[in-house]
Nanobody
Framework: QVQLVESGGGLVQTGGSLRLSCAAS????????MGWYRQAPGKQRELVAT???????NYADSVKGRFTISRDNAKNTVYLQMNSLKPEDTAVYYC??????????????WGQGTQVTVSS
């Protein structure tokens, strides 16, 4: 079992910044990839950014240059620094770690979601 605790969402004006965090705990051997996804009302969930255990990152075109994903492997925690926020960034943001449990089984988990609202 993997437990996730997300935090950092909120209301911010256009151009502002927020930092999301997601801490994973449980019987985890390794988290290969940690990702952030988002879902706006009436839209499908979409990838925002991912980061591997080695630090390789991948970003959606819509957030490149504005968002930065990072992780602390020792704490099994992933962060998403969001700068220059736009109203179209408004969504519920979900953490998604994928890896392997101590018993050898692979896992993928989803956080409970944290609301990010950007006012114009």
């Amino acid at each position: 079992q993997v437990q996730l605790v997300e935090s950092g969402g909120g209301l911010v004006q256009t151009g502002g910044s927020l930092r999301l965090s997601c801490a994973a705990s449980g019987n985890i051997f390794i988290i290969n990839v940690m990702g952030w996804y988002r879902q706006a009302p009436g839209k499908q969930r979409e990838l925002v950014a991912t980061i591997t255990s080695g630090g390789s990152t991948n970003y959606a075109d819509s957030v490149k240059g504005r968002f930065t994903i990072s992780r602390d492997n020792a704490k099994n925690t992933v962060y998403l620094q969001m700068n220059s926020l736009k109203p179209e960034d408004t969504a519920v943001y979900y953490c998604n770690p994928r890896g392997q449990l101590a018993g050898g089984h692979t896992f993928t988990s989803w956080g409970q979601g944290t609301q990010v609202t950007v006012s114009s």
